[in-house]
């Protein structure tokens, strides 16, 4: 959802970015979006928690088939951890293979399935689609189930695990 220190010069500010519709239609229905703002351009799941409401999905109980568009940069490895530890979902990340917690969930068991093409994701200002996005991304699964929508959803790419 977010881009913090991977996209803004020298890591400032904030940078929203949503995941286009055609993936989450794709893979979906979700029980639960922990990762989303109230003014989000469509709803990815029957509930969503909305950081900008002072809402923080760190705190929050977890139910059901999860999707998470976690905050990108330092921020991401809380949200893996709990997203590890619920067990259920699947969560699109950059597919930054070298760092400390994509090593970490690979060598735990975590699912990994690598996009084909870059993302286009929708842009805060305007809602639409951007241009690609900087680096590759993939998604992180874990479960059958999670497999089974990823393997049935035609996203173009590859499971590495």
């Known amino acids: 959802m977010t881009f913090v220190a991977t996209d803004p010069a020298g890591g400032q500010g904030e940078n929203t970015w949503f995941t286009p519709q055609s993936i989450i239609q794709a893979l979906g229905p979700f029980d639960m979006d922990v990762c989303t703002v109230s003014w989000r351009p469509f709803n990815t799941a029957k509930l969503h928690i909305e950081h900008d409401k002072g809402h923080c999905s760190l705190r929050a109980d977890w139910y059901g088939f999860v999707w998470m568009n976690p905050?990108?940069?330092?921020?991401?490895?809380?949200?893996?951890?709990?997203?590890?530890?619920?067990?259920?979902?699947?969560?699109?990340v950059f597919a930054r293979m070298g760092t400390s917690w994509m090593q970490d969930w690979i060598r735990n068991g975590g699912g990994v399935y690598l996009l084909r093409k870059r993302i286009r994701f929708i842009n805060k200002d305007n809602m639409k689609s951007s241009g690609s996005a900087g680096a590759d991304s993939c998604l992180l699964f874990l479960g059958d189930k999670a497999r089974v929508r990823i393997e049935a959803s035609?996203?173009?790419?590859?499971?590495?695990k």
């Open 154 to 160: 035609g996203l173009e790419g590859v499971f590495i």
């Open 71 to 92: 905050p990108y940069g330092k921020e991401i490895e809380p949200f893996i951890k709990k997203f590890k530890e619920h067990r259920s979902g699947i969560a699109l």
